[in-house]
Nanobody
Framework: QVQLVESGGGLVQPGGSLTLSCVAS????????MAWYRQAPGKQREFVARIDSVQSPSYDDSVKGRFIISRDNAKSTVALQMNSLEPEDTAVYFCEAEAFGQIYWGQGTQVTVSS
């Protein structure tokens, strides 16, 4: 069983930056692929970024060049650095862990981009 707790959300102006953090419990977290998803009001949850167990990242085209995903296996954390934020980035951001046929989700953290 893996528990995920996100933090770092908040209100930021367009063009600003924010860093989200996800802390994962469990002794095998280093073997999990970790990802961030987001869900805007009235829309389906969508993929944002993923980093696999060997630190290889991938991004949705909408955030490529603006967001950076990273992980620290020693601390069982995954971070999402978000730069040049746009109002369209407003959403609840969820941390996801996947391995051994199991998928786990955090409860999400709200990010609002508005002036």
């Amino acid at each position: 069983q893996v528990q995920l707790v996100e933090s770092g959300g908040g209100l930021v102006q367009p063009g600003g930056s924010l860093t989200l953090s996800c802390v994962a419990s469990g002794s095998l977290v280093r073997y999990y692929d970790m990802a961030w998803y987001r869900q805007a009001p009235g829309k389906q949850r969508e993929f944002v970024a993923r980093i696999d167990s060997v630190q290889s990242p991938s991004y949705d085209d909408s955030v490529k060049g603006r967001f950076i995903i990273s992980r620290d296996n020693a601390k069982s954390t995954v971070a999402l650095q978000m730069n040049s934020l746009e109002p369209e980035d407003t959403a609840v951001y969820f941390c996801e862990a996947e391995a051994f046929g199991q998928i786990y989700w955090g409860q999400g953290t709200q990010v609002t981009v508005s002036s």
